[in-house]
């Protein structure tokens, strides 16, 4: 399912067919919590196209930063964030009287 998504000129496909139609592709929405997911916009597909990756898991957030989906130090760091977010909710809907175990190993994975 694609998508058509308003830039300031000009509107856009993107592939993401589950992300939110007030997605944007504009500095100001290149890191986006909406509806308790992360999107962020694809920095390696600009300026040719918008695009938004949804990243659901601290996994997916770290994989999303080392293939440079984001990119600069201050962006990293807060998707960087919002992975520990994804990882806290995760783990403590599995085993809320363990989950500090499971984030530590999130935050390794999330500054390898």
């Known amino acids: 399912m694609r998508e058509n998504f308003a830039t300031r000129d000009r509107v856009m ?3 993401l ?12 929405n290149a ?4 509806d308790d997911q992360l999107f962020l916009l694809d920095q390696r597909a600009l300026p040719a196209e918008i695009r938004f990756v949804a990243c659901n898991t601290a996994a997916e957030t770290a994989r999303a930063i080392k293939e440079m989906v984001v990119r600069g130090a201050p962006a990293i760091g807060v998707a960087a964030a919002y992975g520990v977010v994804l990882s806290a909710r ?8 363990d989950w500090r175990a499971g984030v530590e190993q999130d935050l390794d994975l999330l500054a390898a």
């Open 90 to 97: 995760d783990h403590f809907q599995r085993t809320s009287a």
């Open 31 to 34: 890191i986006v919590w909406y």
């Open 13 to 15: 496909e993107t592939p």
């Open 17 to 28: 067919g589950d992300t939110p139609n007030s997605l944007v592709g504009h500095p100001d």
